[in-house]
């Protein structure tokens, strides 16, 4: 009897230690200003989004692009994005090098950073 009541003292003891830790988030919350100004928009993020799709073709900005003519869609975005930022997406079913071979004319092209990004 007496190793149970040990354990379950111990339990407690490490219990009311963690319970305050739990509590305590490390994420600040801004609370809103008393003053009611107008929160500040948040800065747009200039990314260009890609798709691959199955089918040979790629996806820009919601636009359907032909894969032989990816070069004229992307070189103009590229030019006026101040970021360089590409989101690539691939399909399944799209062969590697198929894939492969738009990420390298992307980067060919200018991008100055490419996010592979799943599904």
Same mark, same amino acid.
């Not at 379950?8 to 003891?13: C, K």
């Given at each position: 009897?007496?190793?149970?009541?040990?354990?379950?003292?111990?339990?407690?003891?490490?219990?009311?230690?963690?319970?305050?830790?739990?509590f305590?988030?490390?994420?600040?919350?801004?609370?809103?200003?008393?003053?009611?100004?107008?929160? %500040? =928009?948040?800065?747009?993020?200039? &990314?260009? #989004?890609m798709?691959v799709?199955?089918?040979?073709? @790629?996806? +820009?900005?919601?636009?359907?692009?032909?894969?032989?003519?990816?070069?004229?869609?992307?070189?103009?975005?590229?030019?006026?994005? %101040? =970021?360089?930022?590409?989101?690539? &997406?691939? #399909?399944?079913?799209?062969?590697?090098?198929?894939? @492969?071979? +738009?990420?390298?004319?992307?980067?060919?092209?200018?991008?100055?950073?490419?996010?592979?990004?799943?599904?």
């Amino acid at each position: 009897m007496t190793p149970l009541i040990d354990v379950s003292l111990v339990l407690v003891v490490i219990l009311m230690v963690a319970t305050p830790m739990a509590f305590q988030s490390s994420i600040a919350v801004q609370s809103a200003s008393p003053s009611g100004r107008k929160a %500040p =928009t948040p800065a747009k993020l200039d &990314r260009i #989004e890609m798709s691959v799709t199955a089918d040979g073709r @790629v996806i +820009v900005n919601r636009r359907s692009v032909a894969r032989d003519s990816l070069a004229l869609a992307l070189r103009p975005l590229l030019l006026t994005s %101040p =970021t360089g930022l590409v989101v690539l &997406r691939c #399909e399944d079913g799209v062969p590697h090098g198929r894939f @492969v071979s +738009v990420l390298d004319e992307t980067r060919l092209l200018g991008a100055a950073k490419i996010a592979v990004v799943g599904g």
